[in-house]
């Protein structure tokens, strides 16, 4: 990507995929939906081969405790798996409780933290209030503000100007397109998390418009032909 200053870190819990992405990313995410749908059974396991396959890159992985004390002793065991772990802390549990007493904490105890799910303004003052001096990501989900039919850009830019603390890090999260990751860097955010489908898609940039359209009424024209369509 030209020019640049974002980082791109992928998002991703299948371990040939992240493989094949790697050197085009500089971390990763990770969550337990991610995790289930690439088959992980062992948490632990998976995430020491993770762990020994990435050994340089910043890697986050995910409390799933609900009660804020289970939350808790899940972070400090995970702190525990590696200098480049971050701590992923959902900024809610299920039940809607804030989590920025735990966020402060941990933080206290020098646990690097990932807080997630954060997306909207209230969310974003709150942690950026419980975070202290420990090196921090906020991830924004803008892809599903965007989905709600509200653009995320006010929210993520709001994070982006609330950021005091050059060890904290803003985290666009859950982009849709190749097109956010220019406006994540526009705006100001650090990371940006990418699928493998948006890092396929990436090859595109800068190509001919003229040529991807011709190209487009090639597709169609190749599959109606392979389909054996007439009128």
């Not at 972070?75 to 549990?93: F, L």
């Not at 202290?132 to 709001?158: K, N, Q, W």
């Not at 940006?192 to 418009?209: A, S």
Request: aromatic share 8%; charged share 25%.
């Amino acid at each position: 990507m030209a020019s640049a200053m974002i980082k791109i870190f992928g998002d991703s819990a299948d371990l040939e995929e992240m493989h094949s992405m790697s050197k085009k990313v500089q971390g990763w995410t990770t969550n337990p939906t991610l995790m289930r749908k690439a088959g992980v059974r062992n948490y632990r396991a998976f995430a020491q081969r993770v762990l020994h396959s990435f050994p340089e890159y910043p890697i986050s992985f995910e409390v799933f405790a609900d009660e804020l004390p289970h939350m808790e002793a899940q972070a400090r065991e995970i702190d525990t798996w590696g200098e480049n772990v971050y701590v992923k802390i959902p900024v809610v549990n299920t039940k809607g409780f804030s989590t920025a007493r735990l966020i402060t904490d941990l933080a206290s105890a020098g646990i690097k933290v990932n807080v997630t799910a954060v997306m909207c303004y209230k969310q974003i003052d709150e942690v950026m209030g419980a975070l202290l001096e420990a090196p921090a990501i906020v991830s924004i989900f803008a892809g599903r503000i965007a989905d709600t039919g509200r653009s995320p850009i006010g929210i993520v830019e709001h994070a982006v100007k609330r950021k005091v603390n050059v060890a904290h890090q803003i985290l666009w999260a859950s982009p849709r397109q190749v097109l956010d990751v220019y406006t994540a860097d526009s705006i100001g955010c650090d990371i940006i998390t990418i699928t493998k489908d948006i890092l396929q898609k990436m090859k595109l940039e800068g190509k001919n418009l003229i040529e991807y359209s011709r190209e487009t009424a090639e597709m169609f024209y190749n599959d109606a032909r392979a389909a054996g369509y007439s009128i």
